[in-house]
């Protein structure tokens, strides 16, 4: 039995786990943001399940909270992506790799050129999750003494794009012929010089590594606020979503896919994945327990600091007994302050409730038995909720390792996973056409 | 049979060669710039001969000469370093990942966190090769219409040594304590905030990862200006000379050890390693043969280009058979530029003459045999004219695997060489000490 749509699945990264209490799980490996063998280890297992992407989120500065609350949280030190999916390329054949790249605190022309050169160390299996860099405390680390403004990174972010992809444009497919004969190495009239002049960039080029094997590198994106949806629907193949309910993720999905179509691109040409925390068990009962013992693994200062740090505003001197108060509105990121704002107003949840819940995962959460699990994400992907998920485990490698044994099988039997790798490359492997070169468009 | 003081061997991988006939060279892989198995294969083989270090070059522009000696140029696609190394990371145990990275065109909170980065991928095999950019195209494709002052640019380089090892201080050694039960991830007492405010750079750190196995990366330096000279001096551990015979190495070694000693620096915690292109043959004619062989690949439009690019000067101009005349100073590499009049004054070539010098190698060159190279080798290492060499293989990868099967067992023979990886670094393998943290000194 096979269903013409299938589900994709990214994983998301974050070392340890996104849970800030998942190094303290039994059986967890609190060291594995040090230890590349574990991560090698859960690529490995990635694939085995025939995932689309290991996806590796950043950071450009320790996260901006307290002190007594950072110190008990395992995200202070990651590997870095580039280094991180290059490594990981050697080990595997098939996943994908999408490392994250801020347009806000790089140069477009090291972007194009790491990437490119991941693609082809990877034969064709490198993405860009677009990032415009939400926590303020980075742009001290990179000479500025203030975050530039919401809006504005977001400008900045679109013409980084158009840069870095005429960057990767200019040798065209083919025009290093290497005829070792008459000595010709490439065809100088396949060479293009971008010569970039805009706001916020000047970039002449040419990038000097030949066309990624992909033609461009997978572009994801995960900003959600109104200037992230219009960059998604302008630019991005595949989009990191944030919404924990069906509803609002059928709105989003048609959103974004609606603003695709005025723009006339192929609303099929961008696959929606929903950031999903799951937790797997042999009864509803029994994995919620497992979620119960994980949160109560994060002490109240962590949960505190995460919430504050997600407002843009410090919440620790308030009553935690109380409700929320009016909370200004900051340059950080909006979609995440709108949540939590419309989760404190819905649910009537005193500081305390909240700091528990965002300190543990307050997103979608899909927690239950293969079967449940299974029937959920059927549902998301049958409704246009989503076109898959870009799973979060709730604690490693435990976690990762019960989905591909357990979950995965149960979507494949209904026809809804794949069994093998349909392509070689990344792109081939999520549907999505090769891009033309632009210098050769009409 | 052994010496105390033994050989240090780096080996230069441009890709393909650094000799721009190589890639026509008979056996050789002309695609070797985009293919990472013959580039794992040649890393093995250093591997196998017990080298230091792979180290990896860095342009960050396609190559500043006309078209038409461009299109004949290997050079113009390469993978970037730290994707490229540490993919190798994954594939090598022991020989040390040294990349380059400009201190003119990076942020010192990225470079100091990729070498963190592949350091703890590595198990601390690390280097950083710091340049300042000579090419004034790379300034077009960061935002700058001029390239940067040569003077302005080493004093930006020395301040982002300060900033980028102060950030891997962050961390002190063993802060990160994982302490499962009482939920501190790390001791905050051992987090050091940099906050750097210069005259180039504003960083306030801290790294958002933990210390690099080996403290710092081991740090690396190549430029030869009085600037360059002084900036080694100052901070450098390896030192990659570009002296072409045996009595300029001999000043050279001198005067940067001697700068040294007057710093209160311990002169054998800096490895100086001239670029040494070593070609080995069964007779010394035999050798010589192939040298001139390889060098018959090189069009006279690339040698012209490449005499313009050292230059800073375009000489396509000139009538080939004459002298050349007075080239203005320019900002580009003063030492480079130096070194080519001296040649065309002392030996009175014609433009046409020197263009084939300086396209195919103009620098040093051993050609002989196993023994008649091993013996020159120990005549640079025994008079203090070097403590090692970096080697340029001229083709490959037939020129390196001599190199391993035939030179290296000569070396191990006279105890000139390791049989062994002493250490579990490169640090240790080099004999350098591993540095204080700066918060910790007193
Ligand atoms: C699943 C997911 C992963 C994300 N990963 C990163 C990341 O690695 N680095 C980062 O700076 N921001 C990351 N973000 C934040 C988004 O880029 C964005 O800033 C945020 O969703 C707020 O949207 P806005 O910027 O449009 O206001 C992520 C968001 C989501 C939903
Ligand atoms: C063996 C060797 C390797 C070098 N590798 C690089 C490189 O990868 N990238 C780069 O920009 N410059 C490289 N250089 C150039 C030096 O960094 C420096 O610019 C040059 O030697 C001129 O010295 P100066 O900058 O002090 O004038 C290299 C030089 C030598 C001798």
Known sequence: MSSTRQLRLGAFMRPVSIHTGAWRYPGAWPDANFNVQHIKRLAQTLERGRFDAFF????????????????????????????????????????????????????????????ASLDHLSNGRAGWN??????????????KSTQMDHGERYVRAREFYDVVTGLWDSFEDGAIIRDVESGIFFDPARLHVLDHHGAHLDVRGPLNIARPIQGWPVVVQAGSSEPGRQLAAETAEVVFAAEADIGAARRFYADVKGRMTVLGRDPDHLKILP????????????????????????????????????????????????????????????????????????????????????????????????????????????????????????????????????????????????????????????????????FLES
Chains 1, 2 share one sequence.
């Open 56 to 115: 590796m989120a950043d950071h450009l500065a320790v996260l901006n909270m307290p002190v007594d609350a950072l110190k008990r949280s395992h995200t202070v030190t990651s590997f870095e992506p580039f280094t991180l999916l290059s490594y990981l390329a050697a080990v595997t054949e098939h996943i994908g790799l999408v490392a994250t790249a801020s347009t806000t605190f790089d140069e477009p022309y090291h972007v194009a050129r790491r990437f």
């Open 275 to 438: 950031a999903a925390f799951v937790v797997v068990g042999d009864s509803i009962g029994d994995a919620q327990a497992m979620r119960d013992r994980l949160d109560s693994r994060v002490h109240y200062d962590s949960g505190i600091a995460t919430l504050s740090s997600t407002l843009g505003h410090d919440v620790s001197g308030f009553d935690p007994d109380g409700l929320l108060p009016e909370i200004p509105e900051t340059n950080a990121s909006k979609s995440g302050r709108a949540r939590i704002l419309e989760l404190a107003r819905s649910r009537q949840l005193t500081i305390r409730q909240l700091a528990a819940k965002v300190g543990s995962y307050a997103g979608l959460a899909f927690v239950g038995t293969p079967v449940t699990i299974a029937d959920q994400m059927e549902e998301w992907l049958m409704t246009d909720a989503s076109d898959g998920f870009n799973i979060m485990f709730p604690f490693l490698p435990a976690g990762l390792d019960v989905f591909v044994d357990r979950v995965i099988p149960e979507l494949q039997r209904r026809g809804l996973f794949r069994r093998e790798y349909e392509g070689r490359t990344l792109r081939e492997n999520l549907g999505l056409p090769r891009p033309p070169n632009r």
């Open 130 to 143: 677009i990032v415009t860099t939400a926590n303020p405390d980075a742009a001290l680390n990179f000479g």
